[in-house]
Nanobody, 122 residues
Framework: QVRLAESGGGLVQVGGSMTLSCRAS????????IGWFRQAPGKERERVAS????????ILADAVRGRFTISRDNDESTAYLHLNDVTPADTATYFC???????????????WGQGTQVTVSS
């Protein structure tokens, strides 16, 4: 069973930066793709970013491209979401998710963390 633990949320001012961390356990880390999703009150959950097992294939949502980056440290079994130049629209609960990517084929996002709140103040 894959377990994910997020950390790093909190209050940040408009234009500021913050880094979220997601540590995984329970499965060989290099078999897992990692995604970051967010959900704001009254809105559907949306995928913000994802990164494959190698770290080479990174996908960012249009709303955050150019401001957020995603990375992973396979030695530490940890993925990161770096939030830069944040706006009030980035206020949401951010969830880390994992899916099995090795062996192929890629599976669904079935493993989820508990979420961490990010609040952007103006």
């Amino acid at each position: 069973q894959v377990r994910l633990a997020e950390s790093g949320g909190g209050l940040v001012q408009v234009g500021g930066s913050m880094t979220l961390s997601c540590r995984a356990s329970g499965r060989t880390y290099t078999t897992l793709g990692i995604g970051w999703f967010r959900q704001a009150p009254g809105k559907e959950r949306e995928r913000v970013a994802s990164i494959d097992v190698t770290g080479n294939d990174q996908i960012l949502a249009d709303a955050v491209r150019g401001r957020f980056t995603i990375s992973r440290d396979n030695d530490e079994s940890t993925a990161y979401l770096h939030l830069n130049d944040v706006t009030p629209a980035d206020t949401a609960t951010y969830f880390c998710a994992a899916r099995i990517e090795r062996p192929f084929p890629k599976q669904e996002w079935v493993y989820w963390g508990q979420g961490t709140q990010v609040t952007v103040s103006s």
